[in-house]
Structures are given as C-alpha cells and as structure tokens.
C-alpha cells in the first residue's frame, strides 16, 4: 500500500453548515490525519478559498444560485471522487419543498432588496453534475462518515443502504408511533442509518435521510396507511415532500390511492 | 414431571430471588399499547397478564447486532469478539415463543453450531407463564399452545397462586434453593389448572385444522389475494423483526479511519427488503415485492422436520405490529377456503405446466 | 470452549492468473499446514472467501481434489468483493473457510459415462470434475461441453484446447460452442469443425448419442442456461435422477443460518448451501423457484 495520504476537500453550498459541523466534531477525526490531508475546507482554514485538486470532495448544500453551478462544476473537474453529504445536497433539502415560483419566494423572504448573486431554485447537487457517492441525512450520522471514508480508505466504496428505518426501530426495542398513536411516521419509507434516532423519542420520523433508492420506497402503500388513519391528500404529500422534493415518483404514487377512490 | 405450587403472596418474593441466578428480564409495559422484555429493577413492574412484547425473546440468544469479529487488515488479524455472557434469567415467557427457541434451536444448533447463540442459550435460564389468548392468538391451530419442553419452569395461573412445573435441572435447583416459598399442590389446585386450560382452548378465535395449509399455500400460489395483500404492504420487515422464529441476518465489515483495524458486525435482516435475493451481477431472485411477500408465508409455514411443526408458532405478533394492517392469519385462511372469495376465479395455467415441463414428449412410464 | 464456524483460516496467494479480462485463477494455500492437511472436498462444494474489510462472498473451488496442496478459486470481477481481490497479488493473505455444500457424488457416478454441460463461469465447478475424473480413471467416456460468448471468455483455455486436440487420448470429447464470431474461433472451427460451432451449447448435442443407462449429467451455467439443457437431457431419456445441477443463490454463512440461499415452497423449502448447491432433476421438479 503506498503511504500517499488521501487528499480531501470539503466544500459547502446553500446549507446549515451543519454537515461539515458533524464532520469536524468527530474524535475519530484524529484517527484520519495520518492517513489524509485535508486540502480544502474553508470553515476550518481561511485561506482556502479555491477549489483545489483533490482524491475526495465533499460537497454540502444545495445549487441555489448561478455561482454555485459554476463551482460544483469546477469541483466536478478537479476531483476524483465527489461524494454529496447532507439532504441538502443529495435531496434539494427543506429549501425544495415548496412549488411557489422564484419571484414569489423572492418577495417573502427579500422584499425589494437586493442582493448580489444570482438566484435559482434549490436543487440537488446532481443535477448538475455527476455525483459518485452520497451521504444521507439531516444531518449524516457520525457513523455515515466513520463508514464511507473506511471503506475509501481500504480502497472500496459505500453502498446504500436499501432497507428502512423500520428495521432499525425494530432492533432498537422502539414503540411504534404509527401504530401506537397514529403519527405520520415516514419510517417504512425512509433510508435507515440513523439507528431510528427520532422514533426513540416518540417523536415520527420526518424522512430526513430520503426516500430509499432501488424503486423500494412505497409511497402508494404508506398513503394508503395514512389515509386509513385520517389523513387528507394533501397532508400527506406535504409531509413526504419535506425532504423528497425531488423524488419523481412520490406523487404519482399518491395520487393513485386517491384515485381509485372516486371511481 | 415434578409440579409444586407458588402463593400468590410469594410471587414477588420469588422474582427477587431469581435476580440471584442472573440479570432479571421480564414484560414490562413500555408505552401505552406495547410491552417488551426489559430489564428489572423493581419487580413490582412486572407484567403477569400481556398479549405479546414487541421483540420476541430471540433476541436475547440471537442479537438484534452482534459484532462477530475484529480484524487488522495489515497484520492479517482475526479475532472473534465473545463478550463473557453473564448468566441471565428470562421470566414470563409465553409457550408459542418457547416453541418459537425450540425452533430456533433447531437452526442454529445443528452439526455446525453458532457460537454467538449456543454461549447465550447455555446461560439463560427460561420461565414460562401462561396466559389468555385475545382474537390476533393462533398459537392452537400451530400445536404450540402448551409447552412440553424448553423452559427451565413454567408457571400456570391459579385463582391463589401458579401451579409451577419443573422442566429441568435448573428448574429444580432453583425450587430447591427457595424451597420455603413453595407448597404442595392440592386437588383444588388441580381442578382449577383444569378449569383454566378448559377456558383456555375455548377462548381461541378459530377452531380449525390446518393440516394441509402448506400443500394449499404451494397449489395457491396464483391465488389473487397474493397481489392484493402485497399491494399494501410496506417492505418494513417489521413482521421478520417481531417474529420468534425469523433468523435471517445480514453481516458488514466496518473499517475504522485508521484504514486498517475494523470489525465485522451481524444484524437482522429481513426478507422483505430487495437485497434479500440479490446476487453479483444483478440478478435477483426474488425480484418483486409480490414474490417477497408470498416467499415470507411460504418460509413460514414451511414444515420443520426435526420438530415435526411448521416455522410460525401462532404468535400474531406479525399482524398485530404490521403499520399496514395485513391480517396474517386472514390470508392464511383465505388459502384454506375459510374466508370469503377463496376460489381463485379461473384455473392458472401455471399448475399444468409445472409437470413434466421440459420434455413434452415424455411420459412417467418411460423412465 | 466450542468451536466457531464462521471463523476463517489464513491462505495465502500462491499465484495469480488471468484467464479472461474478467476472470482470475487464484492458487491458495492454506498459512497453516495442519489446516491444509485436514481440508479436504469434493468436486462441487465450495469455500467462503473472506476479505477482510470487505465481507465474505462463497466460491466454488475449481482444483481437483487429487491435486493436493493447494486449492484453486476462478473468481470473476462482478462487484465491491471481487474488484478488490483482483487488485491482490502473490504472498497476500485471505480467508477461507469451509468446503461446504454437498458436492457430485462422484462414488455413486464411478464407472459410468459424464456429460459435463458448462454455460460460461459453470465451467469452474465442473473443471473439478473434469480433472478428478480423468486423473482417477474410474469413469468410462467423459463428454464436455461448453458454451461462452465469445471465444475470448473460455475459461482454462490452454487446458480446453488440448483436451480438444487430445482428449481422446483421455477418454473425453470436448465440443465447443460460441456466440461471437472472432478471428481465433473461426480457426478453431476450421481445424475441428466436427467440435467447435457457433450457437448456444444445446447446439453441441446435435448428433450426440448416450447410452442413457450408463450416463450422468452435470450442468452448470448461468439461471436461464438449465431449463434448455434439461429439455435436450430429457428428450433423450435420460432419467432426471441422473441429471445433476449446481446452482448459485446470495450466501452470508455458508451453514444454513443466514437464510439467504433459502429456495423452494412451503411443502418444500431447501438451503442452498446446505442441502444443495447440487440438485437432481426431481429436485427441481418437487421444488418450485429452484431453476
């Protein structure tokens, strides 16, 4: 194995921050520096403020506004492996979940001021370009990053996970808040890897991490099971689109349970 | 079988003494609905009257994560990590679930037994506790209502106390050492063991056989009620996660950031999710939620020889925790012509052609 | 204490060889001589193979049985597992365990005629019988046929070609059957035209005879591959208590407890890799799902 150190960037778009926040309140942290080199990462070092060539680039964040294309691209070019961390950058994030045009959300949150980039409407990082590999959550897991950057490190890749977060309430000896109190728990469409953190709580899963890929999630079935419980249309595609904005799937699937209904 | 009787007014007492052969678990009730088996401080918390805990008690043999080994990837390192397993004593364990170890056991303790399950099976100690089925119960049409075998004491409710029977040499150590808190068992006591079990089988929802329900699963198996029922359902896996005899698990190496140690970690799997079936080059066996689906029912009421049973002990814990509402025990019945619409409308074509299907010109007497 | 048996023994790389663009010959042995002496399997059965790090994945091992001291593995570059170990070279260490699975009942077959019908990686296994075969001599007329996509995927080339020009020698025909036309094939076909054609391996039974009382068939090959080779067996009368299969599902344990490899219904439901990965033909007709 040849002792070159992994070289690491970490960019960040329209976000919290919170991402790299996760990333850099690590311990384990310390366990990677002999191994990598963090090249860029401007929340930690001023002075990087270009994008550089790197083995592995972190992008957080959504493409919100015309610069931020013109950087993820730079990003795309000048990187070996581009990994999107955070909802933000692999789902559009809460920014997404609205259909109201551009001008209209301009003038709640602007007014008539203005400001000096050019806006467009949150989207997720691949649309613009390709993404090789994700990380997932509102924010990721300390586990999800102890996990993708080990298996980079031993020259494999993270793999998705392509079961629920009902598995992990289930591991973890968790009530059900769907079944107990009729919550609108989005768990049995949601990507697992946060050990079902909220449902410990009793509080119903929001779907933060995404729907699950591999044309698993069920969003006609879990309507279906709101819909039993009292909810209207709009509520629940409301709900699932928090963080699922751009899934292609999800209202076409709703609406099918609220079809068959009327006929 | 050795029987002695429990006082009800040395119920609790007991339970503190049985902390002495080990941590303590036991139902407790944990939300409004639910009860589990949890750890007891105060054994006054204690369920004695629960219709089923939401994770079955495998999970004390067979972990819902278990790490399984380290290893270092430069120095070519491989150690298995076997915590030392404290003795511990599982108390009010209800019959279909100890049938459901019995048939785990039959898994996980042939010619090749798993390590991880026999040290943690070796040091439980298992007590059973009787109880009333409510309407979601089939364990009778499973012949697993009464348990023979497989708990160290089984205690069955009486008006003023348990009829305790002694299932085996840990059974009798532990009366023997508490020998005081125990009586002889009278002849109302008899009659009154009798009269519970009498009100028992009378208060099961269905009084059926369900002899031939594999064979009729397997002929059925273009039955509508497949895509129906599948049609709603959510892939969760929350029906293999509460299961007492599901056993299927997933393994994953974890690499640390150090590039080199790491650790490889077993959890449940489920075989509703798509990976179930997947192998290298992308081809899936089991590619549809529908086929899932029905491969669980046909897994489950599969026949285990050794025990002469089928896999599902009659539990309900699949219908009663799935979010959906899939009546698991409905479907079943259905196959069997005991609901409503069983007949499939029309004649598949698939039994047909399940004979002899690749050689048309070949008849039985030619070979 | 008891023994674990998801516990693997080191082996060590003793040589790498590329067989195709996508496939590796690796030669294994054991790091521990008393754990080589003790390994021994049948044609058809299986090791795991553990890459530390990575996960385990079940191989079927390719070396004969009378070949002693080293294990042979043909692994195809498919996923995470197996791009890796294509990195690994000579003098690195991996784990193994096993053999398991039930294996050919080479015994009951002793003295009989083989047809061996391969489908692109199915050579592997069958590549054991092959060699215990012929370097037992127990058997009468030993028949291989094997189908590939193109003449570049032939899996043990050097080793099919000279069975092909002097098998006879051995008591085996070799015929061979490609998808793709290239250069070396159409070469190939010109100098044994009676033995190499273009078409699918059921093609290569035209004109073939057995004597059905005396003959066993073998099959391996991709899922889709058995249900045609049975057609051709079974037209031809061959018992389906002769016709063997081995057969691929996802493997965690290897042991019968993951579950994964589980097949069949509820009056019938098999492990893979305990109760196979070798089937007769009324297996699968008792088991529906299994081919």
Redesign the interface.
């Known amino acids: 194995?040849s002792e070159k150190k992994i070289r690491i960037g970490f960019y960040a778009l329209t976000s919290c921050y919170g991402c790299q926040l996760q990333f850099a309140m690590m311990d384990?942290?310390l366990?990677?520096i002999?191994?990598a080199e963090i090249v860029c990462w401007y929340m930690l070092e001023r002075d990087s403020k270009e994008v550089e060539p790197v083995d592995i680039a972190f992008i957080e964040g959504s493409v919100s506004t015309e610069e931020e294309v013109e950087l993820v691209k730079e990003v795309r070019e000048k990187s070996k492996i581009v990994v999107a961390v955070g909802a933000c950058a692999t789902q559009g994030g809460v920014q997404s979940w609205t259909d109201k045009p551009l001008d209209e959300l301009w003038k709640t949150v602007y007014g008539d001021g203005k400001v000096k980039f050019q806006p467009r409407m949150a989207k997720p990082v691949e649309e613009y370009i390709k993404v090789d590999y994700r990380l997932y959550g509102c924010p990721p897991e300390k586990r999800d990053f102890?996990?993708a950057?080990?298996?980079f490190?031993?020259?494999?890749?993270p793999?998705d996970i392509?079961?629920?977060v009902?598995?992990e309430c289930?591991?973890?000896?968790n009530?059900?808040v769907?079944?107990?109190r009729g919550e609108p728990c989005l768990?049995?469409?949601t990507r697992a890897g946060c050990d079902a953190r909220c449902p410990a709580f009793?509080v119903a899963c929001i779907g933060c991490r995404g729907a699950i890929g591999?044309d698993?999630a069920?969003f006609?079935?879990?309507a279906?099971?709101f819909k039993?419980k009292g909810y209207t249309k709009e509520e629940i595609i409301e709900r699932m689109k928090i963080f699922n904005a751009h899934n292609p799937k999800l209202e076409e699937m709703v609406n099918k349970i609220f079809q068959e209904v009327k006929e | 079988m050795r029987y002695v009787k429990l006082p009800k007014e040395n119920t609790y007492t007991f339970l503190e003494r049985l902390k002495e052969w080990g941590r303590l678990y036991a139902p407790v009730k944990i939300s409004e609905k639910f009860y589990d088996f949890r750890e007891i401080d105060d054994v006054r918390k204690v369920e004695f009257h629960y219709n089923r805990t939401i994770m079955p008690p495998k999970k004390f043999f067979f972990q819902p994560r278990e790490k399984l080994f380290e290893f270092s990837i430069k120095d070519a390192e491989y150690r298995e990590t076997l915590e030392d397993v404290e003795p511990f004593v599982v108390f009010g364990v209800h019959a279909c679930d100890i049938f459901g170890l019995k048939i785990m056991d039959t898994i996980y303790l042939d010619e090749l037994p798993d390590k991880y399950y026999k040290v943690r099976r070796e040091k439980g100690v298992i007590i059973g506790i009787s109880c009333m089925p409510d309407e979601y119960c089939f364990c009778n049409l499973r012949e697993t209502d009464f348990a023979d075998d497989g708990f160290d004491l089984f205690l069955h409710e009486l008006p003023d106390g348990w009829l305790v029977r002694v299932g085996s040499p840990t059974g009798h150590r532990i009366v023997d050492k508490n020998i005081k808190l125990f009586e002889e068992v009278t002849t109302e006591d008899i009659c009154n063991f009798r009269d519970f079990e009498n009100k028992r089988a009378q208060a099961f929802k269905y009084h059926e056989d369900w002899g031939n329900l594999r064979y009729l699963l397997e002929l059925e198996m273009e039955h509508p009620m497949w895509d129906e029922q599948s049609d709603i359902c959510l892939a969760c896996g929350i029906c293999n996660t509460t299961c007492p005899t599901c056993r299927c698990y997933e393994v994953q190496d974890i690499v640390n950031l150090d590039g080199n140690t790491g650790y490889r970690e077993r959890r449940w799997d489920s075989c509703q999710f798509r990976s179930h079936g997947l192998v290298a080059g992308n081809h899936n066996f089991r590619p549809t939620k529908k086929d899932r689906f029905r491969n669980r029912y046909l897994c489950k009421n599969s026949y285990n020889e050794k025990l002469g049973l089928s896999y599902c002990v009659g539990c309900g814990r699949c219908t009663y925790f799935c979010p959906a509402g899939i009546s698991f025990v409905r479907n079943l019945r259905t196959i069997m012509g005991l609901e409503e619409k069983s007949c499939p409308p029309e004649l598949s074509e698939e039994i047909p052609k399940r004979g002899f299907a690749y050689a048309t010109g070949i008849r039985g007497e030619d070979i | 204490m008891s023994e674990n048996p998801y516990l693997s023994y080191d082996a060590r790389i003793l040589e790498v060889k590329d067989l195709t663009p996508r496939e590796k010959l690796f030669t294994l042995r054991f790091v521990d001589p008393e754990v080589g002496e003790n390994f021994s399997f049948k044609p058809g059965q299986f090791v795991i193979v553990d890459v530390r790090g990575f996960g385990e994945f079940p191989i079927s091992i390719c070396s004969s049985p009378t070949r002693k001291g080293y294990i042979q593995l043909c692994i195809r570059k498919v996923g995470r597992m197996t791009k890796f170990i294509h990195r690994m070279k000579e003098g690195e260490i991996v784990g193994i365990r096993g053999p398991y699975g039930n294996g050919f009942p080479m015994e009951r077959m002793e003295g009989s005629n083989l047809v061996l019908v391969a489908g692109g990686l199915g050579m592997a296994p069958l590549r054991s019988v092959l060699w215990y075969a012929i370097d037992s001599g127990k058997y009468e007329h030993i028949w291989l046929f094997y189908g590939t996509k193109a003449y570049e995927d032939l899996l043990f080339r050097d080793e099919i070609v000279h069975l092909l020009k002097h098998g006879n020698a051995m008591n085996c025909s070799v015929k061979l059957a490609y998808e793709i036309e290239s250069p070396s094939c159409i070469y190939l076909e010109r100098g044994f035209s009676d033995r190499v054609c273009k078409g699918v391996v059921t093609d290569l039974f035209r004109g073939e005879e057995f004597d059905v009382e005396n003959t066993y068939a073998l099959i391996c090959g991709p899922p889709v591959m058995y249900k045609f080779v049975i057609r051709e067996l079974s037209n031809r009368r061959l018992s389906p208590g002769r016709i063997y299969m081995t057969l691929e599902r996802r493997m965690r344990c290897g042991i019968g407890k993951c579950g994964h490899c589980i097949v069949g219904t509820s009056t019938s439901i098999k492990y893979v890799c305990k109760d196979g990965p070798v089937f007769t033909y009324w297996d699968a007709l008792s088991t529906r799902g299994l081919i």
């Open positions: 194995m384990e942290i366990q990677l002999p191994n102890l996990y950057i080990g298996t490190l031993v020259g494999s890749w793999e392509d079961y629920p009902c598995l289930r591991l973890r000896g009530t059900c769907l079944i107990e768990g049995p469409i009793n591999y698993v069920w006609d079935s879990l279906k099971t039993e």
